[in-house]
């Protein structure tokens, strides 16, 4: 088993995962690396893409998603057209919360995860699945490097606001609409996720010696909770 760590880690979650969670003690202090690229890289990018946009346009892009007539409208509007230039610096500081969230909250599950279901006791701490949880997301880089492009070469700034999701379920294959019930949960489906749970499977099955099964079921658990509860509501 290889016990070093070398920046090209950053690469390894892409193309030698095993190895890299072989070694996670030692990847560990790049895996904070990693979450600084992932929070700056996502920051910047959405940062960029609100930044070059019209007030009128993000108003009217807003507007869409809201369910309000009358007076309840116009307060919305107003409320949104004074947001409206700091739509970036927002949107930016969001982003990299929900990172940090998701990626604690990530560490918990597997952290318990690994007790209950491992098939040996390794000491694993929070911080090793903290980790974890920073590395399988890494595929959510690429997905916003796609994002990046894909408004970097607009011939206009003016984009829609739901540009981000690109990858997502609802404009690769539903195509629901803003006010169709399932359209936010379809717009939240990255496709991307797929990767990341292939990810948390291969860190369970060499760090907890869990089956494939085991260790795929526990790893697109908590995404059949979060969207199949969402679905049911919706």
Not at 8 to 16: C, E, K, P, R, Y
Not at 115 to 130: E, I, V
Not at 152 to 170: M, Q
Not at 224 to 233: D, E, P, Q, S, Y
């Amino acid at each position: 088993m290889t016990t070093t760590a070398t920046p090209m880690t950053l690469i390894d979650v892409f193309v030698a995962p095993q190895s890299l969670f072989d070694k996670l003690n030692a990847a560990k202090k790049y895996s904070y690396l990693a979450l600084a690229l992932l929070m700056a890289v996502s920051a910047g990018g959405v940062f960029a893409f609100f930044d070059g946009m019209s007030v009128d346009w993000i108003v009217q892009q807003q507007m869409l998603h809201v369910d309000a007539s009358g007076a309840e409208k116009e307060a919305a509007e107003q409320f949104m057209r004074d947001a409206a230039p700091h739509t970036g610096i927002i949107g930016a500081v969001m982003v990299v919360i929900m990172l940090l969230v998701t990626t604690a909250l990530y560490a918990g599950y597997f952290l318990l995860a690994h007790k209950a279901g491992g098939a040996n006791k390794k000491s694993l701490a929070y911080g090793d699945w903290f980790s974890v949880g920073v590395w399988s997301q890494m595929p959510m880089l690429l997905s916003t490097l796609g994002f990046i492009a894909l408004f970097a070469t607009a011939a206009s700034p003016d984009l829609p606001i739901s540009l981000p999701n690109y990858a997502s379920l609802n404009q690769l294959v539903t195509g629901f609409v803003p006010g169709d019930a399932l359209f936010t949960w379809a717009e939240s489906l990255n496709l991307f996720y797929f990767w990341s749970i292939a990810l948390v499977s291969i860190a369970f099955q060499r760090l907890s010696d869990m089956s494939v099964v085991k260790s795929v079921t526990l790893s697109i658990a908590p995404y059949i909770a979060v969207f199949g509860l969402w679905f049911v509501v919706a």
